[in-house]
C-alpha cells in the first residue's frame, strides 16, 4: 500500500531547492522535509552524499519515513514531502541570513520546496536567468571577480548560461535567497479555494473573488523558476496566437477550464503561491504549456495513438526554426531538440537525454539525427508511424530537400498516419518524462488542408537498404552540392556524419550530426569522394554486440588511398548506415 502511494508522485534527479540546479549524484546534500500539509517543515536531515540512482523522494521516504512524523496530520496517512539542497548552498544561506531557528527554517522550505507548484508535479526545470545587480556584485566581490560587473547584461547572462552549474552562481543566488529572508518578516499561512481567488501576481496582491465579479471561467497560471508567478482569470480560452518561446525557457504556462480544476485549493505564504490538489487531481496531469495561447490538444493530429499521462507540452512554429535534432534508439524515437539557429548546440537536450540511461535503450547512446530546416526551403508534409504507445518514425517532406525519412517503420504497426499536409504547420510535442521516450509528437494547424488517401505522400519502404532492425539508414543526393559539412568524432579521424548544402537552398543529412558538439570541417564545392572503413586501433575491436568498425571520408583524391579505399567522382546517391559501434556507406552512381 506505502508504495503505491509513493508512486503517485514520481520525481527525478533532485534538484537543488536553492539554486535550482541540478544535485549531481556525488554531491553532498541535505534535505528539509515538510508537515503533512506542506505549510513548513518539521525536520532538516543530517547531510550525506551518495543517494542511489533511482527515484530520489521514494528514497527520502524510505530512508526517513518512519523517523519523520508529523503528529498534526489528521489522519497520519500522508508522506511527507522532502526538498534537497546542496549542503553548500545551505551553508550560505545560514551564515548569510542566520537561518537557523524554526521559524526561518519554515521561511526556507516555503521558498525552495514551493518553487514546485504543486507537490508532486514533474520538476520544469525552467531556465533561471535572474541577476540581481546588488547580489552579483556582492558575490563577485566575495569570488574575487568584481570586473564580471562591468560587462555587459548579455554578455553576463551568457556566461551564466554556459556555466550554470558553476559554484560562483549557486552562490549568487543563495546569497540572494538569504538576503531575502532578512530583508522580509514571516506572513502567515493562508489557505482558500481557488474557486474564490480572482487574480495573484508574485510582489503584487491577492484579489478575491467578489459578488459582482464577472464570471471569468478560465484560470491561467504563468510559472518561473522560483514556482508561480501569476494567476489570472480570462472569460474564454484564447486562440493559439503564434506566440511560443524555446521549450524549458524562464516561462510556462497553464490554461484550464475552472470546471477541470474542482476542488483545487491555493495556499499563501511569503509572497509565494501554491496549489494544493485533491486527491482525484493527484494523478491527473495539468498541461503545462511553452506559450501563452496554447493550441486546442483535440484539433492536434498526434502520435502515438495511445495519449500516456503527460503535462509538458510545446507548442514550436516550423518557420521560425533552423533545425530540429532527434534522438533515435534506431527503433524508437526518444526525444527531440529544437535549433533556434543553426549554429545551436544541443548541449542541454544531450545532457537531459543522457543524464538518465534508459534501461530499454539497445545502445548506450542514442543516435542524434539532424533535420536542417533552412530559411529558403519548407515542409510540405508531416506523418509518422508507431505502435499504440512508441514513436517509430517520422516523415518528412520538404519542398525542396525531398523526402526525410527519420527512423525505421516496425513489423505490423500498421498505416502511416498524416499529421499535417500543406498550408503552415506548428509543431506540437511532449518532453519525456523520466526514462520514457518521446511521448506526444504531432501538429497543429489552424486551418488543416483536407488531403484524399489517392494524394497521400507514400514514403518508400527502405527495402534492400534494411540492414537489420537495429539499423540506422538515411541517404542523400551528391547532385547540386554547394557544401558538405563533416561531423568527425574527437581525433578528427572518424566521420560521424555529413550535411550536405544545395544549390536550390536545400540541405539534407546523412548519419549522426551532433550540431555544435562534434568537431567539424566545411569543404566547398566538392568534386570527389573517397571513403573506407576501418576497425580503430585505440579499441579491441569489440563493444558487446560485434566488431566496432568505423568510416574515413575525405573529399580530395590522393596516392595514399590503396585498394581498401572507394575513390569515385562527387555525384550520384549516397547511403549512410549506423549500428551500435559500426557505420559504413556506399555511393550510387
Ligand atoms: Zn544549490
Ligand atoms: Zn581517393
Same mark, same amino acid.
Given at each position: ?27 553532498? $546534500? ?61 551553508? $550560505? ?17 516555503? !521558498? ?41 547584461? @548579455? ?53 478575491? #473573488? ?12 504563468? #510559472? ?12 474564454? *480560452? ?23 480544476? @474542482? ?13 494544493? !490538489? ?33 503535462? *509538458?507540452?510545446?507548442?514550436? @512554429? ?48 542514442? #543516435? ?62 511532449? @518532453? ?25 505522400? #507514400?514514403?518508400?519502404? $527502405?527495402?534492400?537498404? *534494411? ?117 559504413? !556507406?556506399?555511393?550510387?552512381?
Amino acid at each position: 500500500m506505502a508504495r503505491k502511494r509513493h508512486r503517485e508522485y514520481l520525481a527525478d534527479i533532485p534538484q537543488c531547492g536553492i539554486c535550482s540546479t541540478t544535485v549531481y549524484q556525488h554531491e553532498k $546534500i541535505i534535505a528539509l522535509c515538510g508537515n503533512y500539509n506542506s505549510t513548513a517543515h518539521i525536520a532538516l536531515t543530517e547531510p550525506f552524499a551518495r543517494y542511489p540512482l533511482k527515484d530520489f523522494d521514494v528514497y527520502m521516504r524510505e530512508r526517513y519515513e518512519t523517523s519523520f512524523a508529523d503528529d498534526n496530520s489528521p489522519n497520519h496517512a500522508t508522506s511527507p514531502e522532502f526538498c534537497a539542497m546542496h549542503l553548500g548552498c545551505y551553508q $550560505i544561506v545560514q551564515q548569510v541570513g542566520h537561518v537557523a531557528d524554526e521559524e526561518s527554517l519554515n521561511r526556507l522550505w516555503i !521558498l525552495t520546496a514551493w518553487k514546485n507548484p504543486w507537490r508532486g508535479m514533474e520538476r520544469l526545470r525552467l531556465s533561471n536567468d535572474i541577476i540581481d545587480d546588488e547580489v552579483l556584485e556582492k558575490t563577485a566581490r566575495f569570488g574575487g571577480i568584481p570586473l564580471l560587473c562591468s560587462l555587459p547584461r @548579455e554578455i553576463i547572462h551568457m556566461i551564466k548560461r554556459y556555466s550554470e552549474d558553476s559554484v560562483f552562481w549557486r552562490c549568487m543566488m543563495a546569497i540572494r535567497l538569504a538576503a531575502w529572508i532578512s530583508r522580509t518578516s514571516p506572513q502567515p499561512v493562508r489557505a482558500m479555494p481557488l474557486r474564490s481567488v480572482f487574480s495573484w501576481e508574485r510582489n503584487g496582491e491577492l484579489r478575491r #473573488i467578489e459578488p459582482l465579479s464577472p464570471p471569468l471561467p478560465v484560470i491561467k497560471l504563468t #510559472i518561473d523558476c522560483e514556482g508561480i508567478r501569476k494567476m489570472e482569470r480570462l472569460p474564454t *480560452r484564447p486562440q493559439y496566437s503564434g506566440r511560443w518561446s524555446r521549450p524549458a525557457k524562464h516561462l510556462a504556462y497553464i490554461v484550464e477550464d475552472e470546471a477541470s480544476l @474542482e476542488g483545487v485549493k491555493v495556499q499563501l505564504k511569503d509572497g509565494r503561491f501554491r496549489l494544493k !490538489l485533491p486527491r482525484q487531481l493527484r494523478n491527473v496531469r495539468l498541461h503545462v504549456w511553452n506559450s501563452p495561447t496554447p493550441p486546442n490538444l483535440s484539433l492536434c493530429m498526434v502520435y502515438p495513438k495511445k495519449i500516456m499521462p503527460i503535462q *509538458r507540452f510545446n507548442v514550436v @512554429e516550423l518557420s521560425e526554426i533552423r533545425g530540429i535534432t532527434f534522438y533515435l534508439n534506431t527503433t524508437v524515437v526518444l526525444a527531440m531538440h529544437i535549433h533556434l539557429t543553426e549554429q545551436e548546440s544541443t548541449l542541454w537536450t544531450d545532457k537531459a537525454v543522457l543524464e538518465e540511461k534508459r534501461p530499454d535503450a539497445i545502445f548506450s547512446e542514442p #543516435i542524434r539525427v539532424y533535420l536542417p530546416l533552412p530559411k529558403g526551403d519548407r515542409i510540405t508534409y508531416l506523418g509518422a508511424n508507431g505502435s499504440d504507445d512508441r514513436l517509430n518514425v517520422i516523415f518528412v517532406r520538404m519542398e525542396k530537400a525531398g523526402d526525410i525519412t527519420i527512423g525505421q517503420r516496425q513489423p505490423g504497426t500498421g498505416e502511416d498516419k498524416v499529421l499535417a499536409a500543406q498550408s503552415s504547420v506548428s509543431l506540437v510535442y511532449c @518532453e519525456p518524462n523520466k526514462r520514457e521516450m518521446l511521448p506526444f509528437f504531432g501538429a497543429y494547424q489552424a486551418s488543416p488542408a483536407t488531403l484524399d488517401v489517392a494524394s497521400r505522400p #507514400i514514403f518508400a519502404e $527502405i527495402g534492400a537498404n *534494411r540492414m537489420g532492425r537495429f539499423t540506422y539508414y538515411s541517404w542523400a543526393s551528391l547532385d547540386g552540392v554547394s557544401s558538405v559539412r563533416i561531423f568527425y568524432e574527437d581525433d578528427f579521424e572518424f566521420c560521424r556524419g555529413l550535411m550536405f548544402y544545395y544549390e536550390n537552398g536545400a540541405s539534407r543529412t546523412v548519419g549522426d550530426c551532433r550540431v555544435q558538439i562534434d568537431r567539424e570541417a566545411t569543404v566547398d564545392k566538392p568534386t570527389q569522394i573517397c571513403f573506407r572503413t576501418k576497425v580503430p586501433e585505440s579499441e579491441n575491436g569489440e563493444n558487446g554486440i560485434g566488431t566496432v568498425c568505423k568510416l574515413r571520408v575525405e573529399f580530395e583524391h590522393h596516392n595514399g588511398h590503396d585498394e581498401r579505399w572507394h575513390c569515385l567522382p562527387f555525384r550520384g546517391i549516397i547511403r549512410f548506415w549506423i549500428a551500435g559501434g559500426f557505420s559504413w !556507406l556506399s555511393v550510387e552512381q
